[in-house]
Nanobody, 118 residues
């Protein structure tokens, strides 16, 4: 399974971006996968910011609650991260992550840079 993330860019504080991550290489798609968005800022550890289970339950890191929304479209094999009211501290490389709930195999996307200017 390959994950291709896109949608990052440079935005002013208070702005919005929508990240997308498309999965390919699996005939079963993403239906049986839990999906996450992680981010890694310079000098910091990678952290999970949003997660969505195969059943559609979501969970968010405290600092993004109310601003970020994770969603999935299984037919399009895509997971999204809608990011609103962006802050400079949201600046990071964002990675999509998938975990097959049956096989426990995990996959990472290549990352997309998000830069929020003040």
């Amino acid at each position: 399974v390959q994950l291709q993330a896109s949608g990052g860019g440079l935005v002013q504080a208070g702005g919005s971006l929508r990240l997308s991550c498309v999965a390919s290489g699996s005939i079963f798609g993403i239906n049986a996968m839990d999906l996450d968005w992680y981010r890694q800022a310079p000098g910091k550890q990678r952290e999970s910011v949003a997660a969505i289970t195969s059943g559609g339950s979501t969970n968010y890191e405290e600092s993004v609650k109310g601003r970020f929304t994770i969603s999935r479209d299984n037919a399009k094999k895509t997971v999204y991260l809608q990011m609103n009211s962006l802050k400079p501290e949201d600046t990071a490389v964002y990675y999509c992550y998938a975990r097959n709930i049956a096989t426990r195999k995990t996959y990472w996307g290549q990352g997309t840079q998000v830069t929020v200017s003040s």
